[in-house]
């Protein structure tokens, strides 16, 4: 219905984990962009199915890019769009210097654009050394808090 009330694009998915959710929505055009979160379906092998998916629906693909997920997480996302037709748009952030030194290869947001380094895989690596000079502070993340500090799995 709102797709029938409005010429604004639509972005619709961050929550979708499962083809079933997103199979009709997309078939159906309901919105313009598809914005999955990598992560949660499986990783590039399924978005890059999904992409397809869309090619055959014009609907593009908005990866979901929040601030909470990692620079490989980033990097991830910068790699399919630069290998499917139907790329949209990319929600992402820019790291600051810390995180950079802890993930060289971190993507780079220039003038509106994220740009990828031309190493091997997705060209971020994580260096371990570096990483414990800067702990994890002790912090409540509510929603996204998947265990406790001991380990034991709760509810987000």
Known sequence: MLRQ??????????????????LEPV??????FIRIHISQIGGITPAVKVARLGEWFNIRTAWHGPGDTSPVGHAANAHIDLAIWNFGIQESQDFNEI????????????DGYMFVTEAPGLG??????KAKKYPL????????????????????
């Open 99 to 110: 995180t950079r030194e802890v993930f060289p290869g971190t993507p780079i947001i220039k």
């Open 27 to 32: 078939s159906e055009r309901w919105y313009d």
């Open 124 to 129: 971020i690596d994580i260096d371990e050394e």
């Open 5 to 22: 009330h409005s010429a604004v694009p639509i972005a619709m998915g961050e929550l979708f984990n499962n083809p079933h959710e997103w």
């Open 137 to 156: 502070p002790d912090f409540n993340y509510d929603w996204t808090q998947v265990r406790k500090s001991d380990g034991t799995p709760v509810r987000p």
